[in-house]
């Protein structure tokens, strides 16, 4: 009995030994098991990181992100270019050199300046080419700081080189960007004959409703006619009824066709359709690029390919806006009702629509790439002069490095008339000291700045035609 109780606890422990064996096996495998995982996941997280890093040097060099490009621009081309390499769905350089350029930039430009259609921050960029480029301004040759000083021409006035600033002997205008009513022959015998004419529109009833606004047409009518002041809309109320609130028949005035004033056209247009169809015509001829407010960057990319121009040329801030402009709602009646009394705008917008449609239909895919690129460089520019500090640009396919500075940021937030006192310095005049017979136009002195609108200047009840 003793020897089997013995025996027993004998086989007993050899089993515990044993298992306790296969325990340590077990341990150990598991032990072996967990550092492979661990081995697995960091090698998992490395790629992902290494992926990660790719994709954002990538991206740094195209300038936008996927979700962007699918957003803005139709998709890309997957077929590489020459000079091309597919990566991760974009189409990149493999190296950022540019080919040589193919084109001479554009210096002598004529920009036919519209009201309250985004033409002073065109002006703006005109302005800052110059000025970087060392060119000549053709500058109204007014008395500094009088009446209308900033406008070379306006409607009534017959357009000659009396009305320009001369320069010295010799020299030749490069740049026209001041107000000027159009006229084919006077502004040629002002500009080079190469000279590129450009122009900029605005859907005819935002441009009204933005005149009305900016100007308070409803303060200036409202002194002879009250009820328009009290109106809870008054531009609707105006719509209605026009003549009640008008001075007399007009077909051009600063809420009447006046984007078609400023391009020249008169009454033979207004009454003929002969006459305006001939006149678009001989526009279709003579303007280079007619831009569209509501397309304002595809406008000024299209610029920068007209002129070869490149894109740090084309930056900008919004200038001249009405940020104080109310919320109105408007009835079909009213759209109806400006469109009779404003139809020269209205063929004219409609017209130049369609032409910049098919100018943007034709671009390549690139354009709309590089277009997404220059949208972003913009809110750079905005944050950074917002902020006072430089931007540094890095190198892309469509442009070499720069740095927009303070200095920029100046100019580009430089008004109007800041900037054309700017350059009457720097073409030498002294207010004061006059070295030429000048323009005297007849009114009060101008308001510092357009949107005070207390001159006769800006007065929007003056009948032009």
């Known amino acids: 009995m003793l020897s089997s109780i013995v025996k027993a606890k004998s086989y007993c422990h050899d089993v515990t030994r044993r298992s306790c064996k296969f325990c340590h096996v077990i341990n150990n495998m598991r032990a072996i ?66 080919a040589p350029a193919t084109c001479a930039p ?35 040759n007014t008395k500094l700081h009088s009446y209308g000083y900033n406008y070379i021409s306006r409607a009534g006035e017959v357009l000659s080189k009396k009305y320009v600033y001369p320069l010295p002997e010799g020299e030749e205008y490069n740049i026209l960007f001041n107000h000027a009513i159009y006229n084919r022959t006077a502004f040629r015998m002002i500009m080079p004959g190469d000279a590129v004419y450009i122009t900029i529109l605005r859907e005819p009833f935002q441009q009204f409703v933005s005149t009305f606004e900016y100007y308070h047409v409803d303060r200036f009518i409202g002194k002879r006619v009250p009820s328009l002041i009290n109106a809870t809309n008054p531009v609707s109320t105006y719509l209605a009824t026009p003549r009640r609130f008008e001075r007399g028949p007009s077909m051009f005035s600063y809420i009447k066709n006046k984007q078609a004033e400023d391009l020249g ?56 806006a009405n940020k104080k402009k109310p919320v109105r709602n408007f009835t079909d009646a009213d759209h109806e009702n400006h469109r009779r009394m404003s139809h020269l705008d209205y063929a004219l917008y409609y017209h130049f629509l369609k032409v910049f449609a098919q100018k943007l239909k034709a671009q390549s895919p690139d354009f709309f790439r590089e277009l997404a690129h220059f949208k972003k460089l913009l809110e750079g520019v905005k944050g950074s002069c917002r902020s006072g500090t430089s931007l540094v640009v890095s ?67 003056r009948v032009t035609h």
């Open 33 to 98: 098991r967990k550092r492979k995982c661990i081995c697995c996941l960091l090698l998992v997280l490395l790629v992902v990181v290494t992926l990660m890093l790719t994709q954002t040097i990538v991206l740094d060099i195209a300038t936008f992100t996927s979700e962007e490009f699918q957003s803005d621009v139709p998709a890309p081309n997957t077929v590489p270019l020459p000079g091309q390499l597919s990566y991760l769905g974009f189409l990149v350089r493999d190296n950022v050199t540019h």
């Open 106 to 140: 554009v210096r002598n430009i004529a920009f036919v300046k519209t009201h309250k259609a985004g033409s002073s921050t065109i002006a703006n960029v005109l302005q800052r080419y110059g000025i970087t480029n060392n060119l000549n301004f053709a500058l109204p």
């Open 265 to 320: 056209l008169r009454k033979e247009q207004f009454f003929s359709n002969a006459n305006l169809k001939e006149y678009i015509s001989l526009m279709d001829e003579d303007f280079k690029l007619v831009m569209i407010l509501e397309y304002f960057d595809e406008s000024l990319l299209l610029l920068k390919h007209e002129l070869c121009w490149t894109i740090q040329d084309i930056l900008y801030i919004p200038l001249n």
């Open 395 to 461: 190198e892309t396919r469509w442009n070499h490095p720069f740095v927009i500075d303070r200095r920029d940021c100046e100019l580009m937030l430089m008004s109007e008339l800041a900037g054309l006192d700017l350059l009457y310095k720097r073409a030498g005049r002294v207010p004061g000291f006059e070295k030429h017979p000048t323009i005297v136009r007849q009114g009060k002195p101008s308001p510092t700045r357009e949107d005070k609108g207390k001159s006769g200047e800006y007065n929007p009840e």
